[in-house]
Every structure is written in C-alpha cells, then in structure tokens.
C-alpha cells in the first residue's frame, strides 16, 4: 500500500512512500516536532500557521538528525533546499519526509535530486537515534569507516559540545546492551569501535543490539527492516558473538556508555604514551611511582603548583603518596586535559577511577605480563622469539635483535632507533594489530634510555638487548611524536607537550646524553620517509627542547631565589638574637 | 557547632584557618593564637611523656560567648584547634576525638601530595571539603 504523501502541500514533487518508510518517516517527524513542543504537525492544512515548533519539525532536532546521517553539510543543504523547506521556511510533514527519501537516496549514493526520491529506496539510516525504527536501519559499517583514523582529539574536542547536547537528549540504552568496543582479544574489531572514537560511535554501537530486544517487542515494518537489515546483521551477529564472550568489558562499557565525559576518557593510543612514560620513570609498571619522582616529572608540566597539587589529590586515590599505573595515567590526562584548557573536575571523574582504569584497560596488563616475563628471564635468545611471536608488524623490530645483537657502539644504536622510527610512524597508522605490537618491543628494562647511551660499553658485554630496548623506548616517544606530525596537525598542543616531555626528560640524566639522543633523532636517516619534513621537525624539536631548558632553569632560579630569601630571614633572625644576647653576657 | 577549625604548623604560625560565621573571623583567630599558649604550657608540663592523643579542653573562654576550644596535637607538634559553640551540649568527648582523628586523617593525605610543601598554606579542596563538612555537620 503506497501513500501519496502531502501532495497537496505545494511543495516539493509527489511522494511515494512504503508502508514501512511510512511509518518510520512519520515515527522520525513525530520525534522532531515531539522534541520541540510536543505536538507534531498535522498536516498540510495547517501550513498556513508557521510558527515553528507548532505545526512543524523543529529545526534543532531536525538538524540533529539530518547531521545524524553522516552526510557531509553541502549535501544536506542540498537536500533542505530541494525538499522545499528553506523555501517555505519550515520542516512540514511533506518537507520532512522528502528530506528523508533524499537522505537515504544520498546515502545510497544516488544524486540528490528530486528525481531520485521517485524509486525504490532503503531507509535512510541515522547514526543516532532512539527510535526503534532507526535503530533498526543503524548502520553498522559505516561506523567501522575510516574515520578511526582520524586524530581522534578532533572527534573528542570538535565534537564534543555536540555530542554532549545529543547525549542529554537520549537516553542511555538498556542493561541488555553490550558493548562494541572489545578488548584485545579481537584487535581489528576493537580498533574500529575503539573507547576513542567516540561515543556516538559506542552509542550507535550498543544501540545496534537494541534491535534485538526491540524486535521482539516490536515488529513493525518487519519486511523492509529486514532488507536494508541484511547489510547490518552480520554484522550484528559478529558483534553479538564478540560480546558474548566478554562478559566483563561488557559491565564496564555499560557503565562507561553511562559516563558522557568525553574528555576524561583515555583513549588507546594515549594510554600507550601514559604507560610508557610511567615506564620510563619506573620500570616495573606493577609498582608505584613515588611522590619526589612524579613531582618532578610533572612539574615538567609546567602547570603552576597548586593545580598540579590538586591534580595530585584526585589521581592519587588511596593517598599514599606514591602512583601506581591507573593513578598516573589519570593525572597525565589530568594534565593533559588541563594543558588543552579543560578546567578540572571537582572529584575524579569515574573513566579516570583506578578500578575502571586498570579493568578497561587489561591489554596493557596483559602486556605488562609480557615484559615482566621478558624483565624476568633476559637470555639475549628468548627476546628474538617473544618478539617474533608478537604481531606481524613488529617482525620489523623482531629483525632487529638478530642484526644488532653485536652493536653496541652509539652509530649502531642510532641506526637501530631510524630503523626503528620508520616501522613505528607506520605501526601507529595501521590497526591494532601493530598498536599492541608497538608496545611490547620497549619492554619493561631498568636503564634508562638516555643513560645506555652514555654506557653503551659497559651494558653491552651482558646486555644488548637491554640497550636495544631502552633506545627503543626513547625512540616509541620521539616516534609517537613523530606519529602526530604524520597525522594531521589537529592536536599541536598535545604533541608539544609531549615533545617537550620526553625532551625534557631526555635532558634530565645528562644533557649532553640528550642531546645525543634528540641527535639521534635528528639525524636523517635515508631509508626514513619524509626527510625534509623530519628535518623540520628536528629543529622545532631542538627549539622547544631550548625553550623548556629555559623554563626549567628560570624556575629552578625562582626556586632558589625563594630559598634564599628564606636563609637571608634566618640570617637577619639569628643575628637578632645574637644582638640580644650580647648585652646580657657583657654585662 | 564547629564554628572555627585551625591547623597551626610547629612554629605557630597557621597553616590553615577557617570560621563559619565570618563576621567574628578576627575574634575567633585571636581566640585561637590565645590558646597556644595554653597549649605550649601543656606541652612542656607533659615533659617526656610523648602522648600521642592528646586533648586540651579549655572550657569556657569567653563566659558570654559560651565557647570551647580544643586542642589535638600531632607528635610533629601540629597543633588542631577547634572551637566550638557550647550551645551545642551534645557533643560529647567521643565525638570530638573522632573529628579530630578525621583532621589528622585528612592532614596526613595532605602531606602525602608532593606538591605540598610543609609550612605551605594548605589548600588542598579534599582537606577543605572535609572542614566544611564538620562544621556543618556538627551543627
């Protein structure tokens, strides 16, 4: 049964709608004018009243929902001026629906033309929604599209006003829902629908196994449902079995889909940096951190004292003065958050809660385990197989041990760590697959990066794997520095942060060491993609790691300026009581 | 009602000082440095014998105002100060011990922050949270 759709209305060429896009169109066209004054419009009749919000779709929710399909802005322009309502002014029913039929002919990748809305089309499919109908026509793939890889601090700053009005208009999703994003176990799948990219991607994610509750609560429009369901439910089904076996993420992500913090959410990729950089200051991740040790590394920060002593007192949850890994991974995004402008929470934030931190995140325990294994058992043989064992992207690295097991001079290790800098840039561009593999390589070793290269010597009789891990480790950093410039330039202060850090960090065993390592990282390699802009790098490298050395000296001069003030009082004091004591003893 | 809670550092100077009714700030501080010396006096009669628990009860101060001061110190010689309104006959002994466990408990997290160095003022919000809500709770 067909419906001849507004006709009447004057706008817009005659509809033809299914049964089905029927009901889902005047399902989407009831939400939007419910959304906005509870009434939708009647009809065409009533055309004459435009006041908005009365008789019509109001346009925030219809906004909303056109942005929900994932078309870009010019065509949904487009398809509001060819459904007649910028020329009547408002989103009536007519108007609305053929909006629809054009968004989903759009997303067909027919023309949007008026034309096209004449045939035979699967629903359009929105990327958020509530409504059953929408829910059912969710499209899965498109959520897997190549969006991953763009800087997800974007998505995440971008996008967050946004998606926090779009949150505060929905609903978070029944207990029957599971999450998408897996843990490491399914690597390509997690990396698709990874806690980074987004809520609306996790929302749309878990609203796509609402279908199955709400199928048999409500089977309407079954028959096209089905159709255009046929893309997305294997999908669905691959989904439903990943979830199932993880029963444990599942109660975390059902806790985490209920948290719209996007900026107290870590993503991947930074815990990575955070785990690293935790390793660089202690090398057992198992450990703490004690209290002197953080302090000096985040004051590197250069935030001023008393929002970093506030930080302190939320990352530290337990208040012992010392940070385990999910502690300070919290404050490093603390900080991070801070340096990019967020102002601080009142409490932590739960995504930053230690248990949430450590169970959302068992992967890097699991390789945690990994390096505790390799910290445990050194033989320079068992490194080449655990590592060949890793994935397939680290064989770059795994051929390293082999090659290099006689180097020991700082050429050979400067070689290593471009060879090392060329797979890595490359590994952070690629799945998960070489995200877990990235990680394993700088295993949990006890000398510091800087301090092998100045004892290349003395390590390299017993250890060169030892040496070459750690100059692997300097170089995950300067490499995920690296990786960011790769990416597009969308989070510059993040990444100067963390130039500055590892710099600065490089500076802090010996600045001549450091300055061998930065170097290092200077030095052209040939086979390294990208030369001259690496070379750029290098001296934008060297001039913040020049404007953080001064930092660090002013306040180290500010500091000592105070502590002298203080021992000049103590001075002026004493000499006071001298002055008194004097008289009496004379006389 | 706790109506001022003070932490002064070893060499009596204050780390931190808070009153509700703010209009008697200056009374309720000149009401606190008052009772060090009390307190010093207490110390140095103790002598060796290092009570860790102490508890200085001063009675009535002010026989209009109907207040008692308290006193808690630390073996760091941290002294917490707390004066509190007399109306408020309910308190009783146990009650003030346990507040002042819960100073010295809040006390120590601030310590444990790095970024504090001793003698600071303290501005921890956790340790502020915790005053504040003894001092309304106690009302």
């Known amino acids: 049964m067909e419906v001849a759709a507004g006709g009447g209305c004057g706008a817009g060429p005659p509809l033809l709608l299914s049964e089905s896009e029927q009901q889902c169109y005047s399902e989407l066209f009831a939400r939007c004018a419910g959304a906005a004054s509870g009434s939708p419009g009647p009809g065409p009749p009533e055309a004459t009243r435009v006041a908005p919000g009365t008789a019509t779709a109001a346009a925030g ?211 990575e940096y955070y785990v690293n950089q935790f390793r660089s200051l202690q090398p057992d991740p198992n450990s703490f951190i004690s209290g002197s040790v953080a302090k000096n590394f985040f004051t590197k920060s250069k935030l001023s004292i008393p929002e970093l002593s506030y930080i302190w007192e939320l990352s530290d949850a337990d208040c012992d003065g010392a940070l385990t890994l999910p502690e300070f991974c919290a404050a490093f995004h603390l900080i991070v958050a801070r340096k990019n402008g967020y102002p601080l929470p009142e409490g932590l934030p739960p995504t930053l809660q230690p248990e949430y931190l450590q169970a959302a995140f068992p992967k890097s325990k699991w390789e945690c385990a990994i390096f505790d294994s390799y910290s445990e058992s050194m033989p320079a043989n068992q490194q080449p197989c655990d590592l060949n064992r890793m994935e397939t992207s680290v064989k770059d690295m795994a051929d390293f041990p082999v090659p290099t097991q006689d180097a020991t001079t700082g050429d050979d290790k400067q070689a290593l760590k471009s060879t090392v800098t060329e797979p890595l840039p490359k590994d952070l561009s690629e799945d998960t697959a070489t995200n877990s593999g990235l990680l394993p390589p700088p295993p949990a070793l006890p000398p510091r990066p800087c301090q092998t290269q100045s004892e290349p010597v003395t390590e390299a009789d017993l250890h060169p794997q030892l040496n070459r891990a750690p100059s692997q480790a300097a170089e995950s950093s300067p490499a995920k520095k690296d990786a960011p410039h790769a990416q597009p330039p969308s989070k510059p202060i993040r990444r100067k942060f963390r130039t500055e850090n590892q710099t600065t960090e490089s500076q802090e065993p010996a600045a001549a060491v450091g300055g061998a390592a930065s170097a290092a990282v200077v030095k052209p390699h040939p086979t390294v993609q990208k030369q001259s802009s690496k070379q750029k790098k290098a001296i934008q490298t060297a001039i913040r ?43 | ?70 006193d808690y110190v630390t073996n760091s010689k941290v002294k917490f100060v707390m004066v509190v309104d007399s109306s408020n006959t309910a308190l009783r002994d146990n009650e003030i011990r346990s507040m002042f466990r819960k100073l010295h408990n809040s006390y120590t997290d601030v310590m444990c922050n790095p970024f504090y160095n001793p003698g600071d003022r303290i501005q921890s919000r956790a340790f502020d949270n915790m005053v504040t809500s003894m001092m309304i709770q106690v009302c």
């Open chain 1, 61 to 271: 929710p219809v906004a909303d929902l056109f942005r929900a399909s994932q078309l870009p802005p010019e065509t949904l322009h487009q398809i509001t001026e060819l459904c007649g309502a910028k020329r009547v002014g408002y989103f009536g029913p007519t108007q609305f629906y053929v909006a629809l039929k054009l968004i989903a002919a759009a997303q067909s990748g027919l023309p949007v033309r008026t034309e096209s809305i004449k045939c035979e089309l699967p629903l359009p499919r929105f990327v958020m929604s509530k409504s059953d109908a929408e829910i059912r026509f969710g499209n899965p793939a498109e959520l897997h599209g190549k969006k991953v890889q763009i800087p997800y601090l974007t998505t995440e700053k971008n996008s967050l006003k946004r998606m926090d009005d779009e949150d505060k208009q929905q609903e978070t999703p029944s207990p029957t829902m599971s999450p998408l994003a897996s843990p490491p176990s399914s690597p390509p799948h997690y990396q698709r629908v990874s806690l980074s990219h987004g809520y609306s991607k996790l929302r749309s994610g878990t609203e796509q196994m609402q279908p199955a509750s709400y199928e048999t609560r409500q089977p309407i429009g079954q028959p096209e449902g089905s159709s255009s369901e046929g893309p997305g439910s294997k999908p669905l089904r691959r989904q439903a079995s990943l979830i199932r076996s993880f029963s444990v993420e599942r109660e975390l992500q059902d806790n985490s889909i209920n948290y719209p913090d996007e900026p107290w959410r870590i993503t991947e990729e930074q815990r």
């Open chain 1, 545 to 587: 790691k020049n404007k953080e050395a001064n930092a660090v000296l002013a306040r180290l001069n500010s500091e000592l300026q105070q502590q002298l003030k203080e021992v000049h009082q103590e001075r002026i004091a004493l000499e006071n009581q001298l002055e008194q004591l004097r008289p009496v003893t004379v006389l």
């Open chain 2, 1 to 70: 009602m706790a109506v001022c809670i003070a932490v002064i550092a070893k060499e009596n100077y204050p780390l931190y000082i808070r009153s509700t009714p703010t209009e008697n700030e200056l009374k309720f501080h000149y009401m606190v440095h008052t009772s060090l010396d009390v307190v010093d006096e207490k110390i140095s009669a103790m002598g060796k014998a290092l009570v860790d628990q102490r508890e200085l009860y001063l009675g009535l101060l002010y026989p209009t105002e109907d207040y008692k001061v308290y």
